[in-house]
Each structure stands twice: as structure tokens, then as C-alpha cells.
């Protein structure tokens, strides 16, 4: 299949990838300012989902019915996804169906199986592996408070997630230096450190890698499955709070941002998360913009 898919961020250049995020801030310009979006008239997103969701259902389903298509929710419990359908037939089955699909599962291979026999584009809308959607909305949050990113340094804190590992992929398309604070055991894929070790570094203590730091990001230190991880997760990654004293480390003008949701007091504290000049909330909303040119961009290359 020739179609363009959207499972990491290394599937457009940092051209394209620029482009879309000019492109999402024009868009939620135009929808603040009641212009309607671009249509796609009778376009049809299916959307499927095999993890729990807010953010991203509310912004892709909101999205296209923006911009005049319709988004259609499948989960495991209501297709035959959940009664062993192999990926690869269901994907031929709703891609014949449909213009463009969405997905939000576990493994990383179910999207790539999925969007090898998918006829229509295919995007990741969070695997174990990377959330390249979020880094979309991030990306475009910190351009639109400070400009460029391009030289600037991020500093990761927490677990070495799916998360981590996509802005490790941003580090790359964007051009800017990433440090990785979490706790030994917890580093990110070694893969992709070493791919990236030119502009990927990883401290143990979180003081040192915030030194500097433009943009601050954290998450969860136990993701959809790691429950039961969660007592071991917090004894080990508490040092790595993000919180003013963490803050005031960083340079004089640092953003921070969480993908939410957020559990106040253990890797975020309240403080943060509630302050005044807070760009998580706007990061929040920017799902929907960022995800509106994404989709733009997907169906109009198709």
C-alpha cells in the first residue's frame, strides 16, 4: 500500500512536520475566530480504541466533525478486534469502508500489521511504544509561547515511556537537545538512545538534567497496565518530581508540560498544575488543532 501513515514522527521530514504545525496554529486561529474549518464532506474516520480514552477520542471526533466528516468509535468488546479476527483481515475489511483510521492499542506492531494492509492512511494515536500525536500538540504549544524549538534543550522527567521514546523521535525532527532524568531501571529503549545518542543524554539525577532546560515534560509513572507497578514506581521516581524547586533549575523562562492526566502530588505537584501561567490546559486543547492539519494533511496527500 502507497499511502502515507502517521505512526511515528520519523514518517514525515521535519519539513512536513513544520509545516503541520504551522498549519495547526493558523487552523485554531480560524476556529477561535468562528472560520470554518476545511471540509472534508462526507469523509469517515474510523477510530479504534483497545485503551481507555479522553483527550484523544474528544480531538479526533471533534475534529472531524469540525471539519465535516464523521468519526466512528470501534472497540475490542464491539468488532470481531475482540474475538480474534486476525489485524490484517480487519484491516483490509474497514479500510475498504472508510477514508482514514485511527488507532489506540498496546503493542506497536498492531498498527504497523494494521497499516501494511490498510488501503486507506493510518494513524497512531498512542501504542506502548510512542504517542506521536501528543508531541504534535507539544511542539506546537511551546512554538506558539517561544518559538522555535530548533537548539533549545528538553529535558524528560520520569519513566523512559511511550512518551520518552517520542520525544527522543522530536529531538531528531526538531533539531533540539533532549535529557532523559529518570531512575536507573527506567531508561528509555536502548535502541533508541543509541540511534540518537548525539543529542540524547540520560542523567539519574534530576537537578543536573534540568540545568538549562528550555521545556520541562513529564507523565505518569505507571501506564494503562503498570498498575500494579505503582507502589515500586513511586519509591523510585519521587526525586523526580516536577515541582517549583525543580523548576527554578531550569532556565528563566522554561515551559512545562504533562500529556495528562495527571496525578496531582506524585509526578506533577498541585502547585504546578494549577499555577496561573500554566500551558498545560492549552496543550490539552491543541489535540484537536494539531490532529485537525494532521488529518488535513493525511487525506489531502491521499
Not at 519539513?15 to 472560520?35: N, P, S, V
Not at 529503549?189 to 513529564?218: I, K
Request: hydrophobic share 40%.
Amino acid at each position: 500500500m502507497s499511502n502515507q501513515h502517521f505512526l511515528t514522527l520519523l514518517d514525515l521530514s521535519p519539513k512536513e512536520l513544520d509545516a503541520l504545525i504551522d498549519r495547526a496554529i493558523a487552523l485554531k486561529t480560524a476556529h477561535r475566530a468562528g472560520e470554518p474549518s476545511p471540509q472534508f464532506s462526507g469523509s469517515v474516520m474510523a477510530m479504534i480504541f483497545a485503551k481507555s480514552s479522553t483527550r484523544t477520542r474528544v480531538s479526533f471526533e471533534a475534529g472531524m466533525a469540525q471539519m465535516g466528516g464523521h468519526a466512528m468509535f470501534l472497540s475490542p468488546s464491539d468488532t470481531q478486534l475482540g474475538r480474534g479476527e486476525p489485524i490484517e483481515d480487519s484491516a483490509r475489511v474497514i479500510s475498504s469502508m472508510v477514508d482514514i483510521v485511527m488507532i489506540r492499542t498496546f503493542g506497536h506492531d498492531i498498527v504497523e500489521r494494521f497499516a501494511a494492509n490498510s488501503s486507506v492512511p493510518v494513524i497512531n494515536a498512542l501504542t506502548d511504544d510512542f504517542h506521536p500525536c501528543q508531541l504534535l500538540a507539544d511542539m506546537q504549544t511551546y512554538r506558539e509561547h517561544r518559538g522555535s524549538i530548533q537548539g533549545k534543550t528538553v529535558c524528560w522527567l520520569g519513566d523512559g515511556n511511550n512518551m520518552c521514546h517520542s520525544y527522543i523521535n522530536a529531538a531528531r525532527q526538531f533539531d533540539f537537545k533532549l535529557h532523559i532524568a529518570c531512575p536507573e531501571g527506567f531508561e528509555p529503549q536502548e535502541e533508541l538512545l543509541r540511534d540518537n545518542s548525539d543529542r540524547v543524554t540520560v542523567f539519574h539525577e534530576p537537578r543536573a538534567a534540568v540545568a538549562g532546560a528550555s521545556l520541562l515534560v513529564t507523565d505518569v509513572w505507571a501506564s494503562m497496565g503498570q498498575e500494579e507497578e505503582q507502589a515500586r514506581r513511586e519509591a523510585a521516581m519521587a526525586p523526580f518530581q516536577l515541582n517549583a524547586e525543580l523548576l527554578r533549575q531550569a532556565a528563566p523562562d522554561a515551559l512545562y508540560m504533562h500529556c495528562l492526566p495527571a496525578h496531582r502530588g506524585e509526578e506533577i505537584s498541585a502547585e504546578l498544575m494549577d499555577a496561573t501561567g500554566t500551558v498545560i490546559w492549552e496543550e490539552a486543547e491543541n489535540r484537536l488543532h494539531a490532529q485537525k492539519a494532521l488529518i488535513e494533511h493525511l487525506l489531502t496527500d491521499k
